[in-house]
């Protein structure tokens, strides 16, 4: 018997991957069907693939050419399976011609030509258009730009600034550049606000109004009430409203949760969580000072993103110190924030004036998890134990710190009508009850 494998990501499973998995099935008497898994698309550069995995997988099922499907997860797999399997024939679309020569020391390799016409990314582009616009006047949103043009189906519609100069060429070039927020809004399916938070709320609230998506940087509020209220009209309006947190989108930081939630290092007693960075101020400028991002609110949401995420948001009480640049005690240079919860302890340091080590440590039973600075853009992460023998050092591939899977999965919940399943709307409640402890002063010494 005649065995031959090929691979693919066969997602929105069109007539092009059914035409070329008839011809592999005709090399043979056995076709194997290998479908990647979502993480290692995403090393591949498949930022937006649309489908779930088994979504993949049942769609490759139901055409009754494959004899047997098995799941790719790792670079390299390809020779692991021609030998386990017994494979005499790997073949794959004549776009990869070249590519995969190396197998023939293995078995025979064949490059078919692929059905013109019609492909994945076409289908994509076509059934995912989003014009998105940007907001404010942060150079951020420089990346912001650069990132989505990895993300097919995103196109910037334009951009609502005082301060062009902030932005690159490529923002330039938008076909709008307004100060008019509503002129915006009317040019856009949706906008990403990277403004200053004490207008996220407004701005949100405008959008959703207008039946326009949104994503935004955190925290969207600075309230609960405030928060709760722009999720029941995202709702009400049928719109996806997003907390911009990349952190959450990163590989490695999710395997970092799962991994704790699965028992790797026993029962959490302890996350302590460190984010700053240096800043000069011109306490003179107080208006300039006031319109600013503070520690809290620049540092704050990331920080907490761990801590929430691990150990919930039944947090008992908390203690709040910190320290103030101005006189209004508005603008905190330094903060830490300490939580109990009934059978543990977590604590933020954030600085935005102040600086320390990056770094995420979360402390139980059997082990502790050490994250190196900057832990929020890591692509590495190690489980540490008692006896260093049973050390464990784990290597994730992080593209654009996260930002262009953000993009991508925005665009997914837009096309889905659901909301994001990295940041959910507990978190978010969780975070602008923090950001209110904090204006409120309640339970803060200030140093």
Known sequence: MKKVITYGTYDLLHYGHIHLLERAKALGDYLVVGITADDFDKTRGKINVQQTLNERIEGVRTTGIADEIIIEEYEGQKIDDIRRLGIDIFTVGSDWVGLFDYLNEYCEVIYLNRTEGISSSELREKKCALTIGLVGNSSYLNKVAAESLYVNGIQLSGICCTLEQNFSEQIKNLPLKTDSYDSLLEA???????????????????????????????????????CQELYDLAKEKHCILVEALRTAYATAFNRLILLIKGGKIGKVVSVDVVCTSLKEFDTIDKNRLLNSWNSITSWGPTALLPIFQILGNKYCGLQITSHFVDEAREYDAFTQIVFNYPSAIASIKVGNGVKSEGELIVSGTKGYVYVPAPWWKTDYFEIRYENPNENKKYFYQLDGEGLRYMIADFAKSVERGRESLYIDRQTSLAIAAVMEKFSSKDNMLII
Request: aromatic share 6%.
């Open 188 to 226: 856009s399916d949706a906008v990403y606000i990277h403004s200053v938070p004490k207008k996220h709320y407004s701005q949100i609230k405008r959008a959703l109004l207008s039946g326009k998506h949104v994503i935004c940087e955190s925290p969207i509020s600075l309230s609960v009430a405030e």
